[in-house]
């Protein structure tokens, strides 16, 4: 249910999402609590994960304690908070669309925002390799990509609610709308390839394994602080309800107030970063993989030239296709019925614990030798909560009453949502363990970045797809005026002007469900068993054969 139901699949995703949002189930692991690939979405956290475990083998007992790097840590964990600021603004910024009664044409193209995070594999060989020497590798590039995210928020605080259309009578700009949040998460992925190298030289060997607690700790909070808390604060009704004694017509915060906020906040941050900062040059990461940005590249062409990787990357590219509509789509039509965007951002919440405890349920099925079993597995019940996502969809509006809705209703969507995120986790850490299975362990980061880019890509595209289709398969019909239609906007302005009403006789949405279902299933049939066939391949079939 996306973008909010109850995370760019792919989006910081988040992914997860991620991807991309509270409750999103467009992306494959949810920004919040994501551990790895999807949730860096483009698998730094390997490398983080990697040196963590490296360090636990290596260092001495009685060695340097973590309080003795306390600052260090928590400035991790503040640089990682703010990187999921802009994470969050983007997810929440689709819910307010439908709340503007946007089309799912301009959804779909919105959705183009949460590509970068899924896409930056594309630019992280230049960000490691160009920098300044005297200024610091790291800080070459967090410091002016910070000092650019904070200027562009407080500058488009003074212009959002006029893309939004808060002005006249004016609809949304999402073309303005879509290039300026790409640029948000464009550079929050720039952000996102600094702080990830800047941490495996920040703390020392002993301490590094931090770097993923705060990895996932941080972006959980700033997420959260960008959609849920926002959310809420817009809302008049939550604020009116729950904050005030006399109810106003405007929630506590508005979008502007929030994007000026947070740029100043991210202006404060990064001036004492580069001033009071200094990179560890005592401490090196380990021996590069790769010997150089045109190395790199080659490297990336060379593995998957092979046949045994094109083979997967094809597979996973299409697996996700039968999960499009529900997942793209479904919290969009919930918003659409009248469920308050802030009580399905609420709704993100008791999902957390869950969230923690899945993958660590999940590893040990699929710890062994055969873990693209479990994804199979799982593939099936992910499809028919498809048509139970449908079904949501279908009662709502049958369940509302004047107050809003029962609190059955929210516990049968909750209940919807941990179902949902059973089955996702186990398609999702099983890909996971299969790509670190794989992976040539003289190549490990790189390949890995690269296994976990095409997975993002493979939820990334089935969701753009899935929302630029909702409206076409839709069916209306001219009510109260004759000889006149609804299939095109300017039919629709003539119906109304001749005094009808444009009534929705089938919601693509449905149809969409169907078809999107039908294809799962067909996938399962016929492709999957080729994709656990994969694990038969012997190890040779996935080592790259370097000539340098």
């Given at each position: 249910m996306s973008p909010v139901t109850a995370s760019q699949e792919g989006g910081r995703q988040r992914r997860p999402g991620s991807r991309h949002h509270c409750l999103d189930v467009r992306s494959e692991a949810q920004?919040?609590?994501a551990l790895c690939g999807d949730?860096?979405?483009?698998?730094?956290?390997?490398?983080?994960?990697?040196?963590?475990?490296?360090?636990?083998a290596a260092a001495p007992r009685g060695a340097r304690g973590c309080r003795a790097e306390l600052g260090s840590i928590l400035l991790l964990l503040v640089l990682y908070v703010l990187q999921g600021i802009p994470l969050g603004l983007a997810g929440s910024v689709p819910l307010i669309l439908q709340s503007k009664s946007a089309s799912y044409t301009d959804q779909a193209f919105f959705s183009f925002v949460f590509w970068p995070f899924s896409l930056k594999l594309l630019w992280a060989p230049l960000v490691d390799a160009v920098y300044l020497r005297g200024f610091g590798r790291r800080k070459s590039w967090l410091v002016p990509t910070q000092y650019v995210l904070g200027v562009f928020m407080i500058y488009m605080s003074t212009q959002v609610d006029v893309l939004l259309g808060d002005g006249e009578g004016r609809g949304p700009d999402v073309v303005a709308l879509t290039v300026t949040f790409f640029l948000f998460e464009f550079l929050a992925a720039t952000q996102d390839i600094a702080v990830d190298g800047w941490a495996l030289t920040m703390l020392s060997r002993e301490n590094v394994g931090y770097a993923s607690t705060c990895n996932s700790v941080g972006q959980t909070a700033g997420y959260f602080?960008?959609?849920v808390l926002f959310l809420a604060l817009e809302s008049p009704s939550f604020c009116n309800k729950?904050?005030?004694?006399?109810?106003?017509?405007r929630g506590i915060v508005t979008l502007s107030d929030f994007l000026f906020f947070w740029g100043a906040v991210f202006l404060i941050t990064t001036?004492?970063?580069?001033?009071?900062?200094?990179?560890?040059?005592?401490l090196t990461p380990t021996k590069e993989e790769t010997n150089g940005i045109t190395d790199t590249y080659r490297l990336l062409f060379s593995i998957i030239k092979m046949p045994a990787?094109?083979?997967f990357c094809l597979l996973i590219l299409t697996a996700k296709v039968g999960f499009s509509a529900a997942d793209a789509v479904t919290g969009l039509k919930l918003v659409e019925e009248g469920v308050p965007k802030e009580h399905l951002a609420l709704l993100a919440v008791p999902m957390v614990p869950l969230q923690i405890i899945l993958p660590l349920i999940i590893?040990?099925?699929?710890?062994?030798?055969?873990p693209l079993n479990t994804f199979y597995k799982a593939m099936p019940f992910r499809l028919l909560l498809g048509l139970e996502f449908a079904f949501l969809v279908w009662w709502t509006p049958k369940v509302k009453h004047e107050g809003g809705f029962p609190v059955y209703y929210y516990a049968v969507v909750l209940l919807s949502y941990a179902l949902h995120q059973i089955t996702l986790y186990s398609m999702y850490v099983a890909i996971m363990a299969f790509n670190a299975k794989v992976s040539d362990p003289l190549i490990g980061g790189t390949y890995m970045t690269l296994l976990n880019t095409v997975s993002n890509l493979g939820g990334n595209w089935p969701s753009t797809v899935a929302l630029w289709l909702v409206d076409p398969l839709t069916v209306k019909e001219c009510a109260g005026a004759q000889d006149q239609t609804c299939g095109t906007t300017l039919a629709a302005e003539l119906c109304t002007k001749a005094g009808g009403s444009c009534v929705t006789t089938l919601d693509g949405y449905y149809v969409e469900s169907v078809i999107c279902v039908i294809l799962g299933f067909?996938?399962?049939f016929l492709l999957g068993p080729k994709l656990k066939k994969l694990q038969d391949e012997g190890q040779s079939s996935w080592k790259c054969k370097r000539t340098n």
């Open positions: 920004p919040a609590l949730g860096l979405a483009g698998g730094e956290a390997e490398a983080l994960l990697a040196a963590a475990e490296e360090a636990a602080l960008g959609n729950y904050l005030r004694f006399q109810p106003q017509p001036t004492l970063v580069a001033l009071l900062k200094k990179e560890n040059k005592e990787v094109l083979t590893s040990k099925y699929t710890a062994g030798p055969q067909g996938w399962w």
